[in-house]
C-alpha cells in the first residue's frame, strides 16, 4: 500500500463529501495534511501540525493545540463509522499516532454500532418539557426588572458590554425513524453525531442505508439541570445593558457568533459548535466520552461518576467548567457547564456568586481569559457540595 492506494483515497473523498470535518477551517485543514502524508507516513510531530496546520510558528515540543485537534478529528472519524454502515474500510488515528491509518473492512465482520443511554432517546416526558420552554427558544428578550442582582467579576465585563448577548442553552436534537411500510413516525432517536437538521440532510445523503427512512421532526431537548442553572444566571445576566436573548445550541450557525457576546449553559455535550469554539484554545479537552474532561498539561482525566451511581444511594463525583475569553473580533464568550447534570446544576450557582475563590477573582477581574474546573460531590442527581480543582488562564 502506498501514499496513493486506491481504497485509502476513496475513502479520503468519502469523508470529505460527507461533510464531517467541514470544508474549511482547522479540523479539515489538518485532515487535508494528514491525508497528504498517506498511509504509510512516519506520524507527524505536534510542533509539524501545529506549524503547518494551526500555524504557530514557535510551537514548543509539547504544544497542547496539536493534540486538541488531533483528539477532535479521532473522536469525529469515530462517530463516523459508527454510524455508517460497512464498506470496503475506514479511517483511523490510532491512540498517540498522528497520521491516518487505513484498515480494510473484515471479510464477514459484522458492521457494530455502540449506543449508549444518550444516543438513543425514546422519552416521551422531554417531549412534554419541550412545550414548557418552547417560549424560550422563540429568542424571548430578557429585561433586568425588579431588584437587581450582585454582579461578580465574572460577568461584569457582559454587564457593561455594548453588544447584544444570546445565551445558547445545550439542548439535543431528536429525529424520526419511520416504518417505510406505515405513514407515521415509528420512534424518535438521538444521535450525538447529528445535531442538526443540516447535520441529518447530510447524512441521509452520505449514508441512505443507515438514515434513508429518518426525517427532521423541528424537536429538541433539554436537560431539567439547564432549568436550574438558567435560574441561577439569568438575574444576574439580565442585568445587560444591550439586548439579552435565548436560543438553543442546534440552531448555532457562524452568524449568531459574528456579532454578539455569546453565553453557553448546559452539559459539555449539548454544547455543538461551542464546543469547538471553546476547546481549540483550552487547557482541557474532552475525553473518550463527553463524561470525561482532560487536563492538557497534567494528562489528568476527570471523569463524572453519575452514571453508574446515580440510582443507588452511593456518593459520586461529577464535574462542572467555567470558562470565559475574548473572541478576535472582540465578542465575548462565556461557558457554564457540567459533564452530567449534577455538575451543572451545582456549578451554575458558584459561577454568579460574590464570594468567588480568591484566584479566580483576580483572574476573573484582570480581564484575562481564565477557565476553573469545580469537583461537585452528588448523590442521587443532588449537589452536596463543590470544591475547585483547577482555575488558570486560558492558552
Known amino acids: 500500500m502506498n501514499a496513493f492506494d486506491p481504497a485509502f483515497m476513496s475513502e479520503v473523498e468519502r ?18 495534511f494528514l491525508a497528504s502524508r498517506g498511509p504509510q507516513a512516519e506520524p507527524a510531530s505536534q510542533i509539524e501540525i501545529a506549524e503547518t496546520v494551526v500555524g504557530q510558528a514557535a510551537a514548543e515540543p509539547d504544544d497542547a493545540t496539536a493534540r486538541v485537534y488531533v483528539h477532535r478529528l479521532r473522536k469525529r472519524l469515530e462517530q463516523f463509522y459508527e454510524s455508517a454502515g460497512p464498506g470496503a474500510g475506514r479511517l483511523v488515528l490510532p491512540a498517540g499516532i498522528y497520521a491516518l491509518r487505513f484498515e480494510a473492512e473484515k471479510a ?100 441512505p442505508r443507515r438514515y434513508g427512512d429518518t426525517q427532521d ?20 445576566i439580565s442585568q445587560a445593558r444591550q439586548p439579552v436573548t435565548i436560543m438553543p445550541a442546534s440552531q448555532v450557525d457562524s452568524d449568531v457568533l459574528r456579532n454578539r457576546n455569546v453565553i453557553y449553559v448546559g452539559l459539555i455535550s449539548g454544547m455543538g459548535m461551542i464546543q469547538d469554539v471553546n476547546f481549540t484554545d483550552s487547557n482541557f479537552a474532552v475525553g473518550d466520552s463527553y463524561d470525561e474532561l482532560v487536563d492538557m498539561i497534567s494528562g489528568r482525566r476527570f471523569t463524572s461518576g453519575e452514571a453508574l451511581a446515580l440510582p443507588t444511594a452511593q456518593y459520586y463525583d461529577d464535574y462542572g467548567y467555567i470558562a470565559r475569553f475574548e473572541q478576535p473580533g472582540g465578542a465575548l464568550i462565556g461557558i457554564v457547564a457540567g459533564e452530567r447534570d449534577t455538575g451543572l446544576r451545582g456549578v451554575a ?13 483576580q483572574l476573573a477581574s484582570s480581564g484575562k481569559p481564565f477557565e476553573a474546573l469545580y469537583e461537585i460531590t452528588g448523590q442521587q442527581g443532588t449537589d452536596l457540595g463543590a470544591k475547585l480543582v483547577e482555575v488558570r488562564p486560558r492558552p
Open 349 to 361: 450557582p458558584l459561577s454568579v456568586s460574590t464570594t468567588l475563590p480568591e484566584n479566580v477573582k
Open 217 to 236: 421532526m423541528g424537536l429538541s431537548y433539554l436537560p431539567v439541570s439547564s432549568a436550574y442553572a438558567l435560574r441561577a444566571l439569568m438575574p444576574v
Open 15 to 32: 469523508i470529505r463529501e460527507s461533510g464531517l470535518v467541514g470544508s474549511s477551517g482547522r479540523l479539515r485543514e489538518l485532515f487535508d
Open 108 to 207: 464477514g465482520a459484522a458492521h457494530v454500532r455502540r449506543t449508549d443511554g444518550r444516543l438513543r432517546v425514546v422519552l416521551a416526558p422531554l417531549i412534554l418539557l419541550l412545550a414548557v420552554i418552547g417560549a424560550f427558544f422563540g429568542g424571548r428578550a430578557f429585561s433586568g426588572a425588579g431588584v437587581a442582582a450582585p454582579v461578580n467579576a465574572i460577568w461584569r465585563p457582559f454587564i457593561q458590554s455594548e453588544r447584544p448577548t444570546v445565551v445558547i442553552v445545550g439542548d439535543y436534537y431528536i429525529f424520526g425513524k419511520f416504518n417505510p411500510n406505515r405513514p407515521e413516525v415509528d420512534r424518535m432517536e438521538r444521535d450525538f453525531a447529528i445535531n442538526s437538521k443540516t447535520d441529518l440532510a447530510r447524512a441521509q445523503e452520505a449514508n
